[in-house]
């Protein structure tokens, strides 16, 4: 009977990557910055004890960290017990020689709403305050610090690397 060797492919990645031509970091990391800026939406996963949701979402990127408004949902039912995330931000399929994509695994963190972090996001995206103390319950706001990235750009070629890059930080 077939079994999948699992801890094999689940290296395939790390192994393949630990010779790959790769970009100076400091330049790698204006690069994930500058496509994450250019997109505004993501799936955002989270997970716990059987449990998982994938949300396509919108976000904000400001000061090395995402940002999700949410009225709520079933991401919170994993995020109250595991804080770690997962985010994908990618470009439509156009051709096998046209990939570009992101994937992020970071921290969850929610934010006290009306505090100052909270005050400053609703400021970024042009949210009047008065608007979210009307509403019932306040707007939850969720901080995701990255802790690394794995990019995929397949005009990395063109300088000379491999097309997928890993970035830890």
């Not at 999948?4 to 400091?26: H, M, P």
């Not at 929610?110 to 400021?123: A, G, H, Q, R, V």
């Not at 608007?131 to 990019?151: C, E, G, T, W």
């Amino acid at each position: 009977m077939w079994e999948l060797d699992y801890d094999k492919q689940a290296n395939y990645w790390i192994k393949k990557d630990a010779d790959s031509a790769k970009l100076e970091r400091e330049k790698l990391k204006e690069r994930i910055e500058s496509f994450i800026c250019e997109r505004k939406t993501c799936a955002l996963a989270t997970a716990s004890d059987g449990f998982v949701r994938c949300t396509p979402i919108e976000y904000n990127f400001l000061d090395e960290a995402f940002y999700f408004l949410s009225e709520g949902g079933l991401k919170f039912k994993a995020l109250k017990d595991n804080k770690n995330v997962s985010i994908a931000i990618f470009d439509a399929y156009d051709g096998f020689g046209k990939l570009k994509g992101l994937q992020v695994q970071g921290k969850a963190w929610m934010i006290e709403p009306f505090s100052d972090e909270y005050l400053k996001i609703l400021e970024y995206k042009k949210i009047p305050v008065e608007a979210i103390r009307k509403m019932h319950d306040a707007m939850n706001l969720i901080k995701v610090v990255p802790k690394s990235f794995d990019y995929l750009d397949s005009e990395l070629k063109q300088e000379n690397v491999k097309i997928r890059q890993h970035l830890e930080l």
